[in-house]
């Protein structure tokens, strides 16, 4: 029920306000939240409209009541609300407010911290409940930005080829470790693969397994380049109004087609999300 990610996100709010000077960690975060950490800062992001930028926002609001209606030096402020550097806070609450904290101290004129609920618009493409069989892919690993791994698969795919596995192999299946609004670009995780059933799996490739159970599936038609508002959709409408959670494992793309098979507009990709 909708209600449920409405006392999760409460949950987090909380403690994110309780806590400036604490572990905000968005493995942290996942705890409170009660949510696998492959799934949560997708959902907060897609709710809240913010990703873990919320951290430092609300931090900073603690650090701007302080700086008007307390008379703490800065360097103490600046730690109460996790930044041991004074220069460092500094330059975060002037990118936030637009003035450096002494200065902000000095005109003495609060402002509250607002909300940026993203509020949903309709949901554009169907998501269905599906039991899936397990997975197994041989796969090889990719660092970076996703639209770029396409590099992955065709390393993969030249392996395959070169072992004469290909004939053996099933559909190509991206997997997708990290949330890209909340990690940087060059950290990004990810595994480019492809099914198969059995047979030895060697260097360099890797053996990755989705568990089987049931899995969220919205069939995306379209470009890649699409793919971020349809994980968007997904997690923002879909997920909060159907009274499911994710598990504990990581979002996955299965591609149906590829660009050498069709042009962009009829690409076909299921994105993943397993449920608990």
């Not at 509020?119 to 892919?137: F, H, K, N, Q």
Request: net charge neutral; glycine share 6%.
């Amino acid at each position: 029920m909708t209600n449920t990610y409405e006392a999760r996100l409460i949950r987090v709010l909380d403690y994110i306000h309780d806590n400036p000077a604490g572990d905000l960690s968005l493995d942290a975060l996942a705890d409170v939240a009660a949510l696998s950490r492959f799934h949560f800062h997708r959902v907060f992001h897609a709710l809240m409209g913010e990703t873990a930028a919320a951290v430092r926002r609300m931090r900073m609001y603690r650090a701007s009541v302080a700086l008007v209606q307390t008379t703490a030096p800065l360097a103490k402020i600046a730690r109460t609300v996790g930044y041991p550097n004074l220069a460092s806070f500094t330059r975060s609450f002037a990118e936030l407010y637009g003035t450096p904290p002494a200065a902000f101290r000095a005109k003495g004129e609060l402002r509250p911290l607002p909300p940026l609920f993203k509020t949903g618009e309709p949901l554009m493409y169907a998501v269905e409940i599906r039991e899936d069989s397990a997975r197994r892919l041989a796969a090889t690993p990719h660092k970076g930005a996703y639209i770029e791994i396409a590099r992955a698969f065709e390393k993969t795919g030249a392996v395959l080829s070169a072992r004469r596995l290909m004939g053996a192999c099933g559909g190509m299946v991206g997997v997708y470790y990290d949330d890209p609004s909340a990690v940087a670009t060059a950290e990004l995780r990810s595994h480019a693969g492809f099914e198969m059933a059995s047979g030895p799996i060697d260097l360099p490739l890797e053996l990755v397994t989705l568990p089987a159970g049931r899995h969220a599936v919205l069939r995306f038609q379209g470009p890649y380049s699409g793919l971020p508002a349809a994980y968007e959709q997904l997690y923002r409408n879909w997920l909060p109004g159907s009274g499911e959670t994710p598990a504990d494992s990581p979002v996955f793309e299965i591609y149906l087609n590829t660009p050498m098979d069709v042009a962009p507009e009829e690409l076909l990709t299921e994105i993943c999300v397993p449920l608990a």
